[in-house]
Protein backbone atom coordinates (compact mmCIF):
# COMPACT_ATOMS: atom_id res chain seq x y z
CA UNK A 1 0.00 0.00 0.00
CA UNK A 2 1.12 3.07 -0.63
CA UNK A 3 -0.05 5.37 1.82
CA UNK A 4 -3.04 5.16 4.78
CA UNK A 5 -6.88 5.44 3.81
CA UNK A 6 -7.07 8.38 6.03
CA UNK A 7 -4.82 10.10 3.25
CA UNK A 8 -6.67 9.15 0.45
CA UNK A 9 -9.93 10.62 2.73
CA UNK A 10 -7.95 13.52 2.88
CA UNK A 11 -6.88 14.32 -0.67
CA UNK A 12 -10.61 13.86 -1.93
CA UNK A 13 -11.66 17.01 0.46
CA UNK A 14 -9.14 18.89 -0.33
CA UNK A 15 -10.04 18.82 -4.37
CA UNK A 16 -13.21 18.12 -4.21
CA UNK A 17 -14.76 21.97 -4.84
CA UNK A 18 -12.07 22.83 -6.77
CA UNK A 19 -13.44 21.97 -10.26
CA UNK A 20 -15.74 25.31 -10.52
CA UNK A 21 -13.24 27.39 -10.30
CA UNK A 22 -10.67 25.30 -12.11
CA UNK A 23 -13.85 25.50 -15.32
CA UNK A 24 -13.75 29.60 -14.89
CA UNK A 25 -9.93 29.34 -15.06
CA UNK A 26 -10.11 27.12 -18.29
CA UNK A 27 -12.85 29.14 -20.16
CA UNK A 28 -10.95 32.48 -18.81
CA UNK A 29 -8.03 31.07 -21.09
CA UNK A 30 -9.77 30.25 -24.07
CA UNK A 31 -11.77 33.43 -24.15
CA UNK A 32 -8.56 34.99 -24.15
CA UNK A 33 -7.08 32.98 -26.70
CA UNK A 34 -9.74 33.37 -29.30
CA UNK A 35 -9.79 37.39 -28.36
CA UNK A 36 -6.01 37.43 -29.19
CA UNK A 37 -7.13 35.53 -32.37
CA UNK A 38 -9.80 38.09 -33.46
CA UNK A 39 -7.58 41.08 -32.94
CA UNK A 40 -4.62 39.50 -35.10
CA UNK A 41 -6.89 38.38 -37.83
CA UNK A 42 -7.79 42.49 -37.24
CA UNK A 43 -4.67 44.03 -36.73
CA UNK A 44 -2.54 41.91 -38.70
CA UNK A 45 -3.25 43.00 -42.76
CA UNK A 46 -2.74 46.76 -41.41
CA UNK A 47 0.32 45.07 -40.13
CA UNK A 48 1.48 43.86 -43.34
CA UNK A 49 0.22 46.36 -45.65
CA UNK A 50 3.15 48.64 -44.55
CA UNK A 51 5.47 46.14 -46.57
CA UNK A 52 5.40 45.08 -50.44
CA UNK A 53 4.12 41.77 -51.48
CA UNK A 54 7.53 40.81 -52.38
CA UNK A 55 9.15 41.49 -49.04
CA UNK A 56 6.55 39.46 -46.95
CA UNK A 57 6.63 35.79 -46.96
CA UNK A 58 4.93 33.39 -45.43
CA UNK A 59 5.98 31.00 -42.78
CA UNK A 60 8.55 28.74 -43.96
CA UNK A 61 7.71 26.06 -46.13
CA UNK A 62 8.21 22.10 -44.17
CA UNK A 63 11.50 21.53 -44.71
CA UNK A 64 13.00 17.99 -42.79
CA UNK A 65 15.45 18.47 -40.58
CA UNK A 66 17.23 15.43 -39.62
CA UNK A 67 20.11 15.05 -37.83
CA UNK A 68 21.83 11.45 -37.99
CA UNK A 69 21.53 9.15 -34.86
CA UNK A 70 25.57 9.31 -33.83
CA UNK A 71 27.57 9.84 -30.81
CA UNK A 72 28.21 13.59 -29.75
CA UNK A 73 27.20 15.67 -26.82
CA UNK A 74 23.84 16.86 -28.66
CA UNK A 75 22.90 13.26 -28.29
CA UNK A 76 24.09 13.09 -25.25
CA UNK A 77 22.56 15.35 -23.96
CA UNK A 78 18.87 14.53 -25.67
CA UNK A 79 19.65 11.56 -23.80
CA UNK A 80 19.96 12.66 -20.48
CA UNK A 81 17.27 15.58 -20.86
CA UNK A 82 14.37 13.14 -22.39
CA UNK A 83 14.99 9.94 -19.80
CA UNK A 84 14.64 12.81 -16.73
CA UNK A 85 11.69 14.61 -18.43
CA UNK A 86 9.97 11.08 -19.46
CA UNK A 87 10.79 10.07 -16.13
CA UNK A 88 9.19 12.79 -14.07
CA UNK A 89 6.46 13.67 -16.72
CA UNK A 90 4.87 10.07 -16.72
CA UNK A 91 4.99 9.85 -12.75
CA UNK A 92 3.64 12.99 -12.89
CA UNK A 93 0.88 11.86 -15.68
CA UNK A 94 1.59 14.86 -18.09
CA UNK A 95 4.07 13.06 -20.58
CA UNK A 96 6.09 15.71 -21.03
CA UNK A 97 5.41 17.07 -24.52
CA UNK A 98 6.56 20.58 -23.59
CA UNK A 99 10.24 19.43 -22.76
CA UNK A 100 10.70 17.37 -25.81
CA UNK A 101 9.88 20.09 -28.80
CA UNK A 102 12.42 22.20 -27.18
CA UNK A 103 15.05 20.15 -26.30
CA UNK A 104 14.65 17.96 -30.52
CA UNK A 105 14.46 21.67 -32.08
CA UNK A 106 17.10 23.01 -30.30
CA UNK A 107 19.63 21.02 -29.09
CA UNK A 108 19.41 17.91 -31.69
CA UNK A 109 18.64 20.08 -34.63
CA UNK A 110 14.77 19.00 -35.63
CA UNK A 111 12.49 21.14 -37.01
CA UNK A 112 9.34 21.85 -35.15
CA UNK A 113 7.05 19.28 -36.73
CA UNK A 114 9.57 16.22 -36.59
CA UNK A 115 10.20 17.08 -33.38
CA UNK A 116 6.92 17.36 -32.04
CA UNK A 117 6.51 13.81 -34.23
CA UNK A 118 9.25 12.75 -32.14
CA UNK A 119 8.04 14.04 -29.15
CA UNK A 120 5.00 11.74 -29.28
CA UNK A 121 6.89 8.48 -29.61
CA UNK A 122 8.62 9.35 -26.43
CA UNK A 123 5.49 9.82 -24.49
CA UNK A 124 4.01 6.69 -25.84
CA UNK A 125 6.88 4.31 -24.61
CA UNK A 126 7.58 6.23 -21.72
CA UNK A 127 3.35 5.47 -21.32
CA UNK A 128 3.68 2.57 -21.95
CA UNK A 129 6.15 1.36 -19.26
CA UNK A 130 4.56 3.28 -16.66
CA UNK A 131 1.08 1.20 -17.50
CA UNK A 132 2.93 -1.42 -17.11
CA UNK A 133 4.25 -0.81 -13.74
CA UNK A 134 1.66 0.65 -12.43
CA UNK A 135 -0.71 -2.48 -13.75
CA UNK A 136 1.87 -4.39 -11.03
CA UNK A 137 0.60 -1.54 -8.22
CA UNK A 138 -2.23 -2.23 -5.69
CA UNK A 139 -4.24 0.74 -5.05
CA UNK A 140 -3.53 2.09 -1.60
CA UNK A 141 -6.62 2.31 0.20
CA UNK A 142 -8.96 0.40 -1.72
CA UNK A 143 -9.77 -3.20 -3.59
CA UNK A 144 -9.88 -1.97 -6.36
CA UNK A 145 -7.31 -1.10 -9.86
CA UNK A 146 -5.10 1.29 -9.39
CA UNK A 147 -6.30 2.26 -12.87
CA UNK A 148 -9.76 4.15 -12.93
CA UNK A 149 -11.55 2.94 -15.86
CA UNK A 150 -14.52 4.98 -15.51
CA UNK A 151 -12.94 7.49 -15.98
CA UNK A 152 -10.47 6.52 -19.14
CA UNK A 153 -13.59 5.90 -20.57
CA UNK A 154 -14.95 8.88 -20.10
CA UNK A 155 -12.19 10.66 -20.84
CA UNK A 156 -10.13 8.96 -24.13
CA UNK A 157 -13.09 9.89 -26.66
CA UNK A 158 -12.84 13.63 -25.98
CA UNK A 159 -9.18 13.57 -25.61
CA UNK A 160 -8.58 11.69 -28.94
CA UNK A 161 -10.90 13.72 -30.85
CA UNK A 162 -9.50 16.80 -29.18
CA UNK A 163 -6.09 15.64 -30.62
CA UNK A 164 -7.00 15.16 -34.04
CA UNK A 165 -8.49 18.80 -33.83
CA UNK A 166 -5.12 19.79 -32.60
CA UNK A 167 -3.68 18.41 -35.53
CA UNK A 168 -5.32 19.95 -38.18
CA UNK A 169 -5.58 23.39 -36.13
CA UNK A 170 -1.49 23.42 -36.05
CA UNK A 171 -1.77 24.05 -39.84
CA UNK A 172 -4.03 26.82 -39.44
CA UNK A 173 -2.99 28.74 -36.18
CA UNK A 174 0.10 30.69 -36.02
CA UNK A 175 2.82 29.93 -33.99
CA UNK A 176 2.95 33.29 -31.67
CA UNK A 177 -0.89 32.02 -31.22
CA UNK A 178 -0.13 28.74 -30.10
CA UNK A 179 2.53 29.98 -27.97
CA UNK A 180 0.33 32.19 -26.01
CA UNK A 181 -2.34 29.66 -25.47
CA UNK A 182 0.18 27.21 -24.11
CA UNK A 183 1.68 29.99 -21.94
CA UNK A 184 -1.36 31.20 -20.47
CA UNK A 185 -2.91 27.27 -20.01
CA UNK A 186 0.57 25.57 -18.55
CA UNK A 187 1.02 28.51 -16.09
CA UNK A 188 -2.21 28.80 -14.66
CA UNK A 189 -2.51 24.57 -14.23
CA UNK A 190 0.97 24.33 -12.90
CA UNK A 191 0.31 27.03 -10.07
CA UNK A 192 -3.24 25.41 -9.52
CA UNK A 193 -1.25 22.35 -9.01
CA UNK A 194 1.28 23.64 -6.95
CA UNK A 195 -1.31 24.75 -4.64
CA UNK A 196 -3.11 21.75 -3.99
CA UNK A 197 0.39 19.99 -3.05
CA UNK A 198 0.90 22.62 -0.59
CA UNK A 199 -2.64 21.76 0.55
CA UNK A 200 -1.98 17.70 0.48
CA UNK A 201 1.31 18.17 2.09
CA UNK A 202 0.09 19.96 5.22
CA UNK A 203 -2.78 17.64 5.63
CA UNK A 204 -0.37 14.90 5.54
CA UNK A 205 1.76 16.49 8.09
CA UNK A 206 -1.45 16.54 10.50
CA UNK A 207 -2.44 12.97 9.71
CA UNK A 208 0.91 11.85 10.17
CA UNK A 209 1.05 13.46 13.29
CA UNK A 210 -2.04 12.53 14.42
CA UNK A 211 -0.66 8.41 13.57
CA UNK A 212 2.30 9.02 15.43
CA UNK A 213 0.31 10.28 18.78
CA UNK A 214 -1.99 7.45 18.68
CA UNK A 215 0.76 4.43 17.92
CA UNK A 216 2.68 6.32 20.89
CA UNK A 217 -0.48 5.68 23.12
CA UNK A 218 -0.84 2.02 21.42
CA UNK A 219 2.89 1.16 22.30
CA UNK A 220 2.44 1.95 25.74
CA UNK A 221 -0.82 -0.02 26.55
CA UNK A 222 0.79 -2.73 24.77
CA UNK A 223 4.04 -2.07 27.59
CA UNK A 224 1.57 -2.11 30.60
CA UNK A 225 -0.02 -5.33 29.61
CA UNK A 226 3.31 -7.05 28.78
CA UNK A 227 4.36 -5.81 32.25
CA UNK A 228 1.36 -7.30 34.00
CA UNK A 229 0.88 -10.34 32.32
CA UNK A 230 2.94 -13.38 31.64
CA UNK A 231 2.51 -16.42 29.24
CA UNK A 232 2.17 -19.80 30.84
CA UNK A 233 3.15 -21.06 27.15
CA UNK A 234 5.67 -19.85 24.66
CA UNK A 235 3.04 -18.32 21.55
CA UNK A 236 3.76 -19.85 18.37
CA UNK A 237 5.66 -17.40 15.71
CA UNK A 238 3.22 -16.32 13.13
CA UNK A 239 3.86 -17.18 9.69
CA UNK A 240 5.10 -14.38 7.33
CA UNK A 241 2.06 -15.59 5.17
CA UNK A 242 -0.59 -14.69 7.27
CA UNK A 243 0.42 -12.43 9.59
CA UNK A 244 -1.54 -8.76 9.02
CA UNK A 245 0.18 -6.97 10.98
CA UNK A 246 4.17 -7.22 9.49
CA UNK A 247 4.97 -4.27 8.45
CA UNK A 248 5.70 -3.32 4.61
CA UNK A 249 8.98 -3.09 4.85
CA UNK A 250 9.74 -6.46 6.34
CA UNK A 251 6.79 -8.19 4.00
CA UNK A 252 8.41 -6.56 1.12
CA UNK A 253 11.81 -8.45 2.29
CA UNK A 254 10.66 -11.55 2.69
CA UNK A 255 8.70 -11.92 -0.66
CA UNK A 256 12.05 -10.72 -2.50
CA UNK A 257 13.86 -13.98 -0.65
CA UNK A 258 10.79 -16.22 -1.98
CA UNK A 259 11.03 -15.20 -5.93
CA UNK A 260 7.73 -17.65 -6.83
CA UNK A 261 5.71 -16.70 -3.81
CA UNK A 262 6.56 -12.91 -5.00
CA UNK A 263 5.52 -13.53 -9.09
CA UNK A 264 1.99 -15.07 -7.71
CA UNK A 265 1.49 -12.20 -5.47
CA UNK A 266 2.23 -9.85 -8.49
CA UNK A 267 0.39 -11.85 -10.89
CA UNK A 268 -2.38 -12.10 -8.65
CA UNK A 269 -2.11 -7.97 -8.50
CA UNK A 270 -1.65 -7.54 -12.39
CA UNK A 271 -4.93 -9.90 -13.40
CA UNK A 272 -6.95 -7.54 -10.52
CA UNK A 273 -5.95 -4.52 -12.21
CA UNK A 274 -6.59 -5.61 -15.63
CA UNK A 275 -10.38 -5.03 -16.46
CA UNK A 276 -10.85 -6.34 -19.92
CA UNK A 277 -14.04 -5.07 -20.71
CA UNK A 278 -13.16 -1.52 -20.05
CA UNK A 279 -9.79 -2.28 -22.16
CA UNK A 280 -11.88 -3.66 -25.08
CA UNK A 281 -13.69 -0.54 -25.40
CA UNK A 282 -10.56 1.55 -25.35
CA UNK A 283 -9.20 -0.66 -28.14
CA UNK A 284 -12.19 -0.36 -30.33
CA UNK A 285 -12.27 3.24 -29.81
CA UNK A 286 -8.75 3.26 -30.64
CA UNK A 287 -8.67 1.08 -34.05
CA UNK A 288 -11.90 3.33 -35.03
CA UNK A 289 -9.96 6.28 -34.70
CA UNK A 290 -6.80 4.90 -36.60
CA UNK A 291 -8.89 3.54 -39.54
CA UNK A 292 -10.22 7.05 -39.50
CA UNK A 293 -6.75 8.78 -39.55
CA UNK A 294 -5.18 6.13 -42.03
CA UNK A 295 -8.22 7.23 -44.48
CA UNK A 296 -7.92 10.59 -43.42
CA UNK A 297 -3.87 10.53 -44.43
CA UNK A 298 -4.93 8.80 -47.74
CA UNK A 299 -7.07 11.94 -48.94
CA UNK A 300 -6.73 15.42 -50.82
CA UNK A 301 -6.54 18.16 -48.64
CA UNK A 302 -10.55 19.76 -48.24
CA UNK A 303 -11.45 17.11 -50.77
CA UNK A 304 -15.35 15.80 -50.11
CA UNK A 305 -14.27 12.84 -48.91
CA UNK A 306 -11.48 14.75 -46.28
CA UNK A 307 -14.23 16.38 -44.53
CA UNK A 308 -16.71 13.34 -44.41
CA UNK A 309 -13.71 11.19 -42.33
CA UNK A 310 -13.23 14.77 -40.16
CA UNK A 311 -16.78 14.70 -39.38
CA UNK A 312 -16.72 10.94 -38.75
CA UNK A 313 -14.90 11.55 -35.73
CA UNK A 314 -17.44 13.31 -33.89
CA UNK A 315 -20.23 10.42 -33.35
CA UNK A 316 -17.90 8.21 -32.39
CA UNK A 317 -16.46 10.13 -29.47
CA UNK A 318 -19.82 11.54 -28.41
CA UNK A 319 -21.19 8.10 -28.56
CA UNK A 320 -18.81 6.56 -26.55
CA UNK A 321 -18.48 9.70 -23.92
CA UNK A 322 -22.56 9.89 -24.05
CA UNK A 323 -22.48 5.64 -23.12
CA UNK A 324 -20.03 5.66 -19.88
CA UNK A 325 -21.60 9.40 -19.08
CA UNK A 326 -24.73 8.33 -18.78
CA UNK A 327 -23.95 5.57 -16.85
CA UNK A 328 -22.09 7.11 -14.39
CA UNK A 329 -25.07 9.71 -13.98
CA UNK A 330 -27.73 7.03 -13.29
CA UNK A 331 -25.03 5.17 -11.02
CA UNK A 332 -24.70 7.97 -9.28
CA UNK A 333 -28.27 9.21 -8.30
CA UNK A 334 -28.97 5.37 -8.00
CA UNK A 335 -26.81 5.76 -4.86
CA UNK A 336 -27.72 9.11 -4.11
CA UNK A 337 -31.74 8.05 -3.76
CA UNK A 338 -30.22 5.25 -1.70
CA UNK A 339 -28.60 7.57 0.88
CA UNK A 340 -25.45 6.16 0.06
CA UNK A 341 -22.79 8.87 -0.51
CA UNK A 342 -20.13 6.75 -1.60
CA UNK A 343 -18.02 8.10 -4.74
CA UNK A 344 -19.21 6.50 -8.24
CA UNK A 345 -15.76 5.80 -8.99
CA UNK A 346 -12.33 7.81 -7.55
CA UNK A 347 -13.86 10.79 -8.46
CA UNK A 348 -15.27 12.56 -5.39
CA UNK A 349 -17.81 14.89 -7.30
CA UNK A 350 -21.63 14.37 -8.16
CA UNK A 351 -22.19 13.30 -11.88
CA UNK A 352 -24.58 15.85 -12.49
CA UNK A 353 -25.10 17.26 -16.46
CA UNK A 354 -23.03 20.07 -15.58
CA UNK A 355 -20.00 18.22 -14.19
CA UNK A 356 -20.35 15.77 -17.17
CA UNK A 357 -20.23 18.85 -19.74
CA UNK A 358 -17.38 20.26 -17.87
CA UNK A 359 -15.09 17.13 -18.11
CA UNK A 360 -16.20 16.79 -21.62
CA UNK A 361 -14.80 20.39 -22.16
CA UNK A 362 -11.58 19.82 -20.36
CA UNK A 363 -11.17 16.52 -22.55
CA UNK A 364 -11.41 18.08 -25.64
CA UNK A 365 -9.48 21.12 -24.30
CA UNK A 366 -6.54 18.73 -23.40
CA UNK A 367 -6.57 16.79 -26.63
CA UNK A 368 -6.45 20.11 -28.77
CA UNK A 369 -3.66 21.40 -26.83
CA UNK A 370 -1.65 18.07 -27.26
CA UNK A 371 -2.54 18.31 -31.16
CA UNK A 372 -1.01 21.77 -31.13
CA UNK A 373 1.86 21.20 -29.40
CA UNK A 374 2.99 17.69 -29.78
CA UNK A 375 1.92 16.66 -26.28
CA UNK A 376 -0.43 13.60 -24.70
CA UNK A 377 -2.67 15.58 -23.49
CA UNK A 378 -1.63 14.93 -20.21
CA UNK A 379 -1.14 18.83 -19.36
CA UNK A 380 -4.63 19.21 -18.81
CA UNK A 381 -5.98 15.92 -17.72
CA UNK A 382 -3.41 15.26 -15.04
CA UNK A 383 -4.63 18.54 -12.86
CA UNK A 384 -8.33 17.87 -13.86
CA UNK A 385 -7.78 14.47 -12.42
CA UNK A 386 -6.50 16.35 -9.11
CA UNK A 387 -9.62 18.49 -9.16
CA UNK A 388 -11.95 16.46 -9.84
CA UNK A 389 -10.86 15.00 -6.32
CA UNK A 390 -8.58 11.85 -7.43
CA UNK A 391 -6.21 10.54 -5.49
CA UNK A 392 -2.39 11.49 -7.09
CA UNK A 393 -1.48 8.05 -6.91
CA UNK A 394 -4.72 6.73 -8.81
CA UNK A 395 -4.58 10.42 -10.81
CA UNK A 396 -0.96 9.46 -12.25
CA UNK A 397 -1.82 6.20 -13.62
CA UNK A 398 -5.53 6.84 -15.16
CA UNK A 399 -3.83 9.79 -16.85
CA UNK A 400 -0.78 7.78 -18.03
CA UNK A 401 -3.21 4.64 -19.12
CA UNK A 402 -5.35 7.65 -20.96
CA UNK A 403 -2.24 8.81 -22.80
CA UNK A 404 -0.91 6.01 -24.03
CA UNK A 405 -3.51 5.39 -26.69
CA UNK A 406 -3.80 8.92 -27.49
CA UNK A 407 -0.04 9.30 -28.07
CA UNK A 408 -0.04 6.06 -30.13
CA UNK A 409 -2.59 7.14 -32.21
CA UNK A 410 -0.68 10.30 -33.03
CA UNK A 411 2.44 7.99 -33.57
CA UNK A 412 0.79 6.38 -36.18
CA UNK A 413 -0.62 9.27 -38.11
CA UNK A 414 2.55 10.77 -38.07
CA UNK A 415 4.45 7.51 -39.51
CA UNK A 416 1.77 7.45 -42.44
CA UNK A 417 2.73 11.04 -42.84
CA UNK A 418 6.40 10.24 -42.55
CA UNK A 419 6.97 12.87 -39.92
CA UNK A 420 10.04 11.55 -37.98
CA UNK A 421 13.03 8.95 -39.04
CA UNK A 422 12.38 5.52 -37.44
CA UNK A 423 15.99 5.12 -36.33
CA UNK A 424 16.15 7.43 -34.20
CA UNK A 425 12.50 7.13 -33.00
CA UNK A 426 13.42 3.54 -31.84
CA UNK A 427 16.06 4.92 -30.02
CA UNK A 428 14.17 7.72 -28.38
CA UNK A 429 11.25 5.04 -27.35
CA UNK A 430 13.86 2.84 -25.90
CA UNK A 431 15.09 5.61 -23.59
CA UNK A 432 11.75 6.68 -22.63
CA UNK A 433 10.42 3.20 -21.94
CA UNK A 434 13.47 2.50 -19.30
CA UNK A 435 13.02 6.07 -18.21
CA UNK A 436 9.16 5.80 -17.60
CA UNK A 437 9.41 2.30 -15.12
CA UNK A 438 12.68 3.47 -13.20
CA UNK A 439 10.85 6.94 -12.41
CA UNK A 440 7.27 5.12 -11.36
CA UNK A 441 9.65 2.85 -9.26
CA UNK A 442 12.27 5.62 -7.54
CA UNK A 443 9.31 7.66 -7.17
CA UNK A 444 6.74 5.18 -5.43
CA UNK A 445 9.37 3.88 -3.19
CA UNK A 446 9.92 7.78 -2.17
CA UNK A 447 6.21 8.05 -1.19
CA UNK A 448 6.04 4.68 0.62
CA UNK A 449 9.07 5.92 2.47
CA UNK A 450 7.79 9.20 3.52
CA UNK A 451 3.92 8.29 3.12
CA UNK A 452 3.66 11.85 1.14
CA UNK A 453 1.75 11.41 -2.30
CA UNK A 454 1.89 15.15 -2.61
CA UNK A 455 4.94 14.25 -3.86
CA UNK A 456 3.29 13.39 -6.93
CA UNK A 457 1.61 16.84 -7.26
CA UNK A 458 4.59 18.82 -7.02
CA UNK A 459 6.62 16.69 -9.92
CA UNK A 460 3.10 17.32 -11.62
CA UNK A 461 3.24 20.78 -11.07
CA UNK A 462 6.89 20.91 -12.06
CA UNK A 463 6.98 19.54 -15.22
CA UNK A 464 4.06 21.55 -16.32
CA UNK A 465 5.97 24.80 -15.01
CA UNK A 466 9.36 23.77 -16.67
CA UNK A 467 7.47 23.06 -19.97
CA UNK A 468 5.72 26.41 -19.72
CA UNK A 469 8.97 28.38 -19.55
CA UNK A 470 11.18 26.16 -22.48
CA UNK A 471 7.81 26.55 -24.47
CA UNK A 472 7.56 30.29 -23.71
CA UNK A 473 11.31 31.04 -24.66
CA UNK A 474 11.05 29.29 -28.15
CA UNK A 475 7.99 30.82 -28.68
CA UNK A 476 9.08 34.64 -28.24
CA UNK A 477 12.46 33.83 -29.93
CA UNK A 478 10.25 32.16 -33.06
CA UNK A 479 8.12 34.91 -32.82
CA UNK A 480 11.12 37.72 -32.79
CA UNK A 481 12.55 36.36 -36.36
CA UNK A 482 9.64 36.28 -37.58
CA UNK A 483 9.04 39.96 -37.33
CA UNK A 484 12.31 40.69 -37.94
CA UNK A 485 12.18 38.85 -41.49
CA UNK A 486 8.52 39.85 -42.39
CA UNK A 487 7.23 37.14 -41.84
CA UNK A 488 3.33 36.33 -42.57
CA UNK A 489 2.18 36.30 -38.71
CA UNK A 490 -1.93 35.51 -39.26
CA UNK A 491 -3.63 32.73 -40.06
CA UNK A 492 -2.71 29.99 -42.93
CA UNK A 493 -4.79 28.25 -44.98
CA UNK A 494 -6.12 24.78 -44.05
CA UNK A 495 -6.31 23.49 -47.65
CA UNK A 496 -2.58 24.66 -48.24
CA UNK A 497 -0.71 22.30 -46.01
Given at each position: MDAVPGLCSAYRII??????SFAVYLVAASSLAVAAAAAATFFLPSYTSGFSRQNITLSSPTVHAWPDLEVSWRSALATVIGFLGSAFGTVGGVGGGGIFVPMLNLIVGFDTKSAAALSKCMIMGASASSVWYNL????????VPIID???????????????TIG?????????????????????????????????????????????????????????????????????PEKTTLVSAALPCSRYLLILSLIP??????????????????????????????????ILKSKSESCSLFHWAITVCQFPVALV??????????RESRARRMRGDWECVCEASIEWTPVQLLFCAFCGLLGGTVGGLLGSGGGFILGPLLLEIGVIPQVASATATFVMMFSSSLSVLEFY????FPIPYAIYLIAVSVL??????FFVRKIVKILKRASIIVFILSSVIFASALTMGVVGTQKSISMIKHHEYMGFLSFCQK
Open positions: NGGGSRRVAHPSKEYNLALLFQPMLMLGIVDLSVVFPYWLITVLIIILFIGTSSRSMFRGVQMWKQETLLKMEMGVAAQQSNQKQVDVDTKYEPLLPQWYADEMLKEVLMFNIRWKGITVLMLVWFTFSLLQVFGTKAAELWFLKRAGFWGQ
